[in-house]
């Protein structure tokens, strides 16, 4: 494993804190804002914060109510885009490309992790612009696996495409995060296509977690695994 370090410099802490004030002020104003589960963030140590991805308001508004500051991986794509892209660039996103292979980029995030800073992964691998989850990617579990730390579950809800438009009507929708309890993954076994068939079979149960944090019609694919919290 690339022994590189990470560091977050104290523009870049200055800059996420004014961006995250000013991001949470506008989740608040537009709707009803709700945590529930903080009590179960292992502050102060390194793990993958795993959420639901619905729509563009997902990272954002967790990476604003959190209560200490999360690493955040992004598509590249979304980087070009106006307003979105500045964001990202703002709170120091690192950029992703979807669907390649990317060993600088996992480095970084064993570096991240191996540094004790928390890192939030997405593990469905981009918006799924509905409720339902979709089959997580595999990444997750190799991540997991190799960097050894625990995963939180994540569950959000209300972040649908017309959140906004809604909050433009004044009808201020309710949104909600769900935050579940840490959790290890088992150790991986076997090689080639046994270990691969591991890791997926790890981010479905990282997906299951946060199914079981979910009302059931967002549960999609999971709805008949859904792990519910204990």
Known sequence: MN????HVSVGLRIRRAVAKTVIRLVFQSAGRVKVAGSENIPRGKPYVAAINHIS??????????????LEAVGAVDVFDKPFQGDLLRIYGVI???RGQYDRELIDIMFAILRAGYPL???PEGGRSH?????QAKPGVGYILAEADVPV???????TT????????RFRR????????????????????????????RDADLVMQHIAGLLPPEYRGVYADAAILPS
């Open 3 to 6: 022994k590189r370090t990470y």
């Open 56 to 69: 563009i308001y997902d990272p954002p508004l967790l990476l604003s109510l959190w209560p200490e500051t």
């Open 95 to 97: 950029p992703v490309h």
């Open 120 to 122: 939030m992964i997405a």
């Open 130 to 134: 509905g409720s339902g989850l979709r």
């Open 152 to 158: 939180l579950p994540i569950g959000i809800v209300g």
């Open 161 to 168: 495409d017309d959140l906004m438009k809604k909050a433009l």
């Open 173 to 200: 929708p309710s949104v909600e995060v769900r935050i579940g309890k840490p959790f290890r993954l088992p150790p991986l076994e076997g090689t080639g296509p046994a270990r691969r068939a591991a890791r997926q």
